[in-house]
């Protein structure tokens, strides 16, 4: 199928947008954001995509969370909590590498039970308030935030949209096979600690010691005192607490109680404002801008790259390189080698939908076990922390942590090396890779 320009293969268009988009998005030629819009536009010409679905995903419960979340936090800040929080934290936590360890283990326990965008959101406004009363650098704690998400999604089954969706995949087969709530939670939590240890250490060394947005208005509270919250009177700070308290508790029974993720975030959020625990004004600088329009412009990738053609492609591609290959342990390499650069490029969870139906037809190809195969998906796809539109989480944290494009290159690629041979040796063991 030919795209919109040039005559060229819809497929093969798609497929230069993004290698383009990656080289903007490492030498930030232009903004972070410009990059993701200039993506969308593109794959919108080749046809791959509609206007609708270029755009949809400004309209998502996720943006709605980011938003909602990000008002709550500030909030948090204002009336005080956060501070009182951060006293109580840095009498457990006393140096910025004991907070960063303790801080990626909270995020990642967390997201194994709330979505990881919204306990990013949570756990970032509420750090940046943190940050205000200790001292402690931003620039140092954003990253491990969106560590503890990425990873602690694994934990259960409902921590991770794209978990539940590889579950019921395996039901559907009729193969007598399932995932459990805890499937992954010894991978996952090994993974967390392995994080907080690396970021406590080696990583703490790769971040930047100062925000790039150091003078951004939006953030001075983080640097220059507490902006007039000492002044907040007390029940406002209760309530904030009250009103914190039970959008975590809301969110958690979200399937019992019936109300969506995203409702709960924006009742809070309102709440929040009508009390005037936080003004219009304030609310409004608070949500981050420019993660949501990365995060937003960068979803439809995937769409594009189905309807392209591009994904079929790779995956025939795929199936004839492996039909040579009879080490089932080289093959598990390969997914790894396949879905992490891709999940770099796009959500995590997008990346997960693309590649399960691929990765099942391999794994039917040459006679794999089909749970060891998504679950290797699941994981590889799980490696989303070396770029700041892998995943919502990491987009969010762009401008709290005054982060470019390489501050999540520089801590990210070794991490990812790491996390990927645990991961690779531990299904290798664990799971029998043919039936």
Not at 43 to 58: R, V
Not at 221 to 245: C, E, H, M, Q, T
Not at 271 to 291: C, D, H, M, N, Y
């Amino acid at each position: 199928m030919e795209g919109f320009m040039l005559g060229i293969d819809q497929s093969v268009l798609v497929l230069i947008i993004i290698a383009v988009a990656l080289v903007l998005f490492v030498t930030e030629l232009i903004p972070l954001p410009a990059t993701a819009m200039l993506v969308c536009v593109a794959c919108y010409f080749t046809g791959a995509i509609d206007a609708k679905e270029a755009f949809k995903s400004f309209g998502s419960t996720n943006v709605m969370i980011i938003a909602a979340m990000a008002i709550i936090g500030e909030a948090m800040f204002r009336t005080g909590a956060a501070a009182q929080i951060g006293v109580v934290l840095k009498k457990i936590a006393r140096t910025e590498r004991s907070f960063i360890f303790a801080i990626t283990i909270v995020s990642g326990v967390l997201s194994g039970f709330l979505s990881n965008t919204g306990c990013a959101a949570l756990l970032i406004a509420l750090v940046l308030g943190i940050c205000t009363s200790t001292g402690f650098r931003r620039s140092k704690l954003m990253y491990p935030i969106i560590l503890g998400c990425c990873f602690g999604g694994g934990i259960t089954t409902v921590g991770s949209n794209s978990t539940l969706f590889l579950k019921q995949s395996l039901e559907d087969m009729n193969i007598g096979q399932t995932m459990s709530f805890f499937e992954l939670a010894p991978l996952s939590l090994l993974l967390i600690v392995i994080s907080a240890v690396y970021m406590a250490t080696i990583g703490y060394k790769l971040l930047p010691d100062q925000p790039r947005n150091e003078l951004d208005e939006n953030y001075a509270g983080s640097k220059d005192g507490n902006d007039g919250v000492a002044s907040a009177p007390r029940w406002k700070k209760y309530l904030s607490y009250l009103v914190l308290i039970l959008t975590v508790v809301f969110m958690y029974f979200e399937e019992k109680i019936g109300v969506n993720l995203a409702v709960t975030a924006v009742i809070g959020a309102w709440i929040a404002v009508v009390f005037k625990l936080v003004t219009v004004k304030e609310a409004t600088r608070s949500i981050p801008i420019s993660g949501i329009m990365i995060y937003a412009c960068m979803v439809p990738v995937s769409t594009a790259l189905e309807n392209s053609g591009a994904a079929q492609m790779i995956g025939d591609m795929s199936l004839k390189f492996l039909s040579g290959i009879q080490n089932p342990v080289l093959i598990i390499c390969f997914f790894f080698l396949l879905v992490v650069p891709v999940t770099l490029c796009m959500s995590n969870s997008a990346t997960v939908y693309l590649f399960a139906p691929i990765a099942l037809t391999i794994a039917a190809g040459l006679g794999m076990n089909p749970k060891a195969v998504l679950i290797c998906v699941r994981m590889a796809a799980t490696m989303a922390i070396a770029t700041p539109i892998a995943m919502p989480a990491n987009a969010m944290a762009v401008e709290p942590g005054g982060y470019n494009f390489m501050d999540f290159v520089k801590p990210g690629v070794l991490l990812t090396v790491i996390a990927t041979v645990v991961s690779i040796v531990y299904i290798a063991v664990v799971y029998p890779l043919y039936l």
